[in-house]
């Protein structure tokens, strides 16, 4: 799914589709990696072909960055080694020169924020990634002082780095992220486009993740479906036509290998039109290797809470000494070492209460929550497969947050998504025995795209008004359904056959209008 060997910043990843080489060659695009520290996003550049410059104060980073550069693109790396911070000055070897890119990632200095334009060329790009005020939850620093240093203020890169006077805002975030490369955070994340004196002032938004206001890059056949809702065509045909360009953009959204259209289909994703309605899409789910085994078998020994401890205590440790988080260029004894669990994620027990318990609705439930409870029940269950499930689970759903942590395929498409759609979320599982459901009904604040990987459960859609099922959806393993925001719900596994296993992707997509 990956067109690069190395792992960037999300964010990063999500923008580079940005960056393009005109009429030239890629490799005469010149980019520079300004405080680059172990050069993770140098790595990734120069496996895109481009020629770097690799700006840092740590002579050892820069050592280590050049030992990992491939023999076949050394001489399109150049590394500076230089300390802004003492100087206000950029290095001698940048005076004069502009980029197609000018990069900086979990760096803040102030002085030079308003100077970042003299490095890039006309119609080139800042992409910047920092963290903001709000971090202080998740991190503890040194001193007052070294966080108000280390955190942008409010909207500070678009009113200091890029004023909309000069740049074109192509993407902007600010606020709190959740399992951003591995920790929960408060970041400002700015892509922006240096205007060219005769080029045209587009605007920007600053709410959530923005992008431009004339769509880049959007795919085909999503233009026609979606311009096909103001054209002559007949009003089913219309239909037929958006959801299939819909259907199309969710597949390649999905998709665990690397897509020419994958940012395209994020594109579309992102237009209002997308989420009006929902979508049952037929056999379109990534083929992941993770079941109702891979579950249960996480659920074993089940004990989050020191591996919450544990995490929250390294991500505070690398926040107060200043550290670069663990990218993909560290190895698993590496990463180890630093102390980050390899899984971070919590369960709870729903199932649903006899009918005419709970005050006579026979849709109401009792969950468990309590660490302690759950582990105890697993405990003495031992559930290790569906049989075990449908013998000793008592009816329980099975719900873990948070999980796409647990497993390298989750990973992986948990980052893919982010890096075609910039937005914030996670993955839920959820283990419904035959004939259980796993929640009352109820209304999700985020758009949510779920993948049914074993069994099969019929999800009802009720009226906001009525409460009542207005539709029903069947969902067989391979199928995806997407809920925009808002849509009161619940789901039921079926009563005869295999228990349901179903992923659901939360995305925190900005609502339609």
Not at 319 to 331: K, T, V
Not at 419 to 445: R, V
Not at 459 to 483: F, I, M, N, Q, R
Request: proline share 6%; with cysteine.
């Amino acid at each position: 799914m990956r067109c690069s060997r190395y792992f960037g910043s999300p964010w990063v990843e999500t923008n580079l589709k940005h960056l393009s080489a005109g009429p030239c060659q890629v490799s005469d695009v010149k980019v520079l990696d300004l405080a680059c520290g172990r050069g993770r996003h140098s790595l990734l550049l120069l496996d895109q072909g481009y020629q770097v410059v690799a700006v840092d104060c740590d002579e050892a980073a820069l050592a280590e960055l050049k030992k990992k550069v491939p023999e076949s693109a050394r001489e399109r790396l150049q590394v500076v080694c230089h300390n802004l911070q003492t100087s206000d000055m950029w290095p001698e070897q940048l005076i004069g020169r502009q980029f197609a890119l000018v990069l900086v990632v979990n760096y803040v200095y102030r002085p030079l924020l308003c100077r970042l334009q003299e490095l890039v060329e006309p119609g080139g790009l800042l992409i910047y990634e920092a963290w903001a005020q709000g971090n202080e939850a998740f991190a503890c620093p040194k001193s007052a002082a070294v966080l108000a240093e280390r955190s942008l203020r409010p909207n500070e890169l678009l009113s200091t780095a890029a004023p909309l006077s000069h740049w074109e805002v192509l993407g902007f975030s600010s606020g709190m992220l959740e399992d951003y490369e591995g920790r929960d955070c408060c970041k400002q994340m700015l892509c922006a486009r240096l205007q060219k004196k005769d080029g045209p002032y587009r605007g920007a938004t600053t709410s959530g993740v923005a992008v431009a206001r004339t769509p880049v890059n959007t795919d085909s056949v999503c233009k026609s479906a979606l311009h096909s809702q103001h054209g002559a065509e007949s009003q089913h045909g219309s239909l037929a036509a958006d959801h299939t360009a819909r259907s199309l953009a969710l597949k390649s959204l999905l998709s665990t290998e690397f897509c020419a259209d994958a940012d395209s289909s994020g594109d579309c994703f992102l237009q209002p039109p997308f989420g009006r309605g929902q979508l049952h899409s037929v056999g379109i789910a990534p083929l992941l290797n993770f079941g109702v085994t891979s579950l249960l078998e996480l659920l074993q020994n089940y004990d989050p809470a020191p591996a919450r401890e544990a995490h929250l205590q390294c991500m505070r440790r690398l926040a107060a000494e200043g550290a670069e988080l663990p990218g993909s260029d560290h190895n698993d004894a590496e990463i180890a070492t630093l102390g980050l669990p390899p899984r971070l994620w919590g369960a709870s027990m729903v199932r649903r209460l006899p009918d005419g318990s709970g005050g006579g609705s026979s849709l109401r439930t009792e969950t468990i929550d309590d660490d302690t409870t759950i582990k105890a029940f697993l405990a003495s269950a031992q559930l290790s497969s569906a049989d075990d499930l449908e013998a000793r689970g008592e009816g329980w759903t099975f719900v873990v947050n948070q999980i796409q942590a647990a497993a390298a395929c989750l990973q992986d498409l948990h980052h893919q998504l982010f890096c075609a759609t910039g937005l914030s979320g996670g993955f839920n599982a959820y283990l419904t025995p035959a004939g259980a459901i796993g929640k009352p009904p109820h209304i999700d604040d985020h758009d949510v795209i779920v993948l049914q990987l074993e069994g099969e459960k019929v999800w009802a859609l009720l009226d906001a008004a009525t409460k009542k099922a207005s539709e029903e959806v069947h969902l067989k393993p391979g199928d995806v359904l997407y809920l925009p925001q808002g849509i009161p719900h619940h789901a039921r596994a079926l009563p005869a056959g295999a228990p349901s296993l179903h992923l659901a992707v939360g995305l925190h997509r900005q609502p339609s209008v």
